[in-house]
Nanobody
Framework: QVWLVESGGGLVQAGGSLRLSCAAS????????MGWFRQAPGKEREFVAA??????DYADSVKGRFTISRDNAKNAVYLQMNSLKPEDTAVYYC????????????????WGQGTQVTVSS
């Protein structure tokens, strides 16, 4: 079992940057995959990025703009978001999975409560 808490969301203008953080309740050293998902109003939760023992994976919509990283010593995962667009507006969720990386939200058993990101045009 692991509890996840996101932070760092907020309101930013288009073209700006935000850095999301996800703090875990225990060591993530043994957790293979940490991921970020987002959900906009009226839409399904969608994959944003994941980082695993084999590397990073990004949705096409954020590739080149977002960077996921993890600090096992701090039990934390981060999502650096640059060149933000209004379509990036959503609640962003951190998720954890003991097994290999996947883009399917249903494959992640552990979730945070989410942090709101709003990008104004």
């Amino acid at each position: 079992q692991v509890w996840l808490v996101e932070s760092g969301g907020g309101l930013v203008q288009a073209g700006g940057s935000l850095r999301l953080s996800c703090a875990a309740s225990r060591s993530i050293f043994s957790i293979n995959t940490m991921g970020w998902f987002r959900q906009a109003p009226g839409k399904e939760r969608e994959f944003v990025a994941a980082i695993s023992w084999s590397g990073g994976d990004y949705a096409d919509s954020v590739k080149g703009r977002f960077t996921i990283s993890r600090d096992n010593a701090k039990n934390a995962v981060y999502l650096q978001m640059n060149s933000l667009k209004p379509e990036d507006t959503a609640v962003y969720y951190c998720a954890a999975r003991a097994l290999t990386s996947t883009r399917s939200a249903g494959d992640y058993p552990y979730w945070g409560q989410g942090t709101q990101v709003t990008v104004s045009s």
